[in-house]
């Protein structure tokens, strides 16, 4: 059974940083993609980022050039790295985890969720 643990998030000002991580364990191998979403009160939960297990990264594009995604396969964790974060990227964010060679950066496609870290930026 896989499991997902995050850790990070919090309160931080207009233009600071934050790093979130996510743990898993019940992996065998590294063959599984990592994605990152986030859910903004009375929103739909939205894509951010996704690292394939062959390290290759997707983003969405309001984060493109301040997110960056990556993965540890040793400790089979991924990071995500906010910097110049907005008020908008405020929610409650979630890692999710799929053992496939590539997949897509959509919420339906995955079947291990994080427990979600909450993520404000107030301006």
């Known amino acids: 059974q896989v499991e997902l643990v995050q850790s990070g998030g919090g309160s931080v000002q207009a233009g600071g940083s934050l790093r979130l991580s996510c743990a898993a364990s019940g992996f065998t191998s590294s063959r599984y993609c990592m994605g990152w979403f986030r859910q903004a009160p009375g929103k739909e939960r939205e894509g951010v980022a996704l690292?394939?297990?062959?390290?290759?990264?997707t983003y969405v594009d309001s984060v493109k050039g301040r997110f960056t995604i990556s993965k540890d396969n040793a400790k089979y964790t991924s990071y995500l790295q906010m910097n110049s974060l907005k008020p908008e990227d405020t929610g409650m964010y979630f890692c999710a985890a799929q053992g496939r060679l590539y997949c897509p950066l959509v919420a339906d496609n995955y079947n291990y969720w994080g427990q979600g870290t909450q993520v404000t930026v107030s301006s």
């Open positions: 690292i394939h297990s062959t390290g290759e990264t």
